[in-house]
């Protein structure tokens, strides 16, 4: 194999970020897989992030099971070099593409996986997995898991004062208590929501408390108030 400067492969990898960030996807990514198909010598660790680059670039064209191929080519070299946060944000990736195909039973394995990864970490993005997590479990089911990380990271958001996230983790849990017919929980969940909204400029997620709340007025019964929530949302 023959050794290329590390310089002039970053140079490659650093066109193929640029052409991500201006919209030009398959170029980014045809210049990413002439990088993989030349008989050089490349960093572990560089070698892992282009494919994690490669796999973004076809997400952006919604090419996921191309994406996820990329992941677990990308696993292998970030297994290497023994980089706990990059090896977890691939498996969290790969665990959210495989959630979009359905495939809810590995997208939780590889979640878990991420996670444990991430357990003695500062890293932010354990929260985000938490949260992935979370609804994975609930979409297969299992509203006592998704509860529990849900209101781990209901904490990490009310400690660090993120009204959004917290706003978004709050209707979430509503989502699970819905789920669970515990209507009246879920009902305090979107209703605290809602006062965090007063302080946002966020109408998507405003609408869908109030739609989630109608749902909720319309399980009850109580049509009158459901049909108010619709209609404000």
Do not use: W
Request: hydrophobic fraction near 35%; include cysteine.
């Amino acid at each position: 194999m023959e050794n290329v400067p590390e310089e002039s492969v970053k140079f490659l990898i650093s066109v193929a970020d640029y052409l991500e960030v201006k919209g030009n996807y398959r170029e980014g990514l045809d210049l990413l897989n002439k990088l993989f198909g030349m008989k050089i010598k490349i960093d572990d660790t560089l070698k892992a992030g282009a494919y994690l680059n490669a796999a973004f670039l076809s997400c952006h064209m919604d090419e996921n099971e191309i994406a996820e191929k990329y992941i677990i080519d990308g696993l292998e070299f970030f297994r290497k070099t023994g980089n706990c946060d990059k090896t977890a944000q691939a498996l969290s990736i790969n665990s959210m593409i495989l959630f979009l195909e359905c495939d809810t039973e590995n997208a939780i394995k590889y979640s878990e996986e991420s996670l444990k990864l991430l357990e003695n970490s500062s890293n932010p993005l354990s929260v985000d997995v938490k949260g992935n997590l979370a609804a994975y479990y609930s979409g297969s089911g299992n509203a006592e898991n998704s509860l529990k990380l849900l209101e781990e990271v209901t904490e990490y958001h009310r400690e660090h004062n993120n009204k959004k996230q917290l706003t978004q983790t709050l209707i979430s849990i509503g989502g699970v208590f819905y789920q669970t017919g515990e209507l009246e929980r879920a009902v305090n969940c979107y209703e605290e929501g809602l006062a965090l909204l007063e302080d946002l400029n966020d109408q998507y997620t405003l609408a869908v408390t109030l739609y989630n709340l109608g749902n909720v007025n319309f399980t009850q019964k109580k049509y009158s108030e459901s049909l108010t929530f619709y209609e404000q949302a």
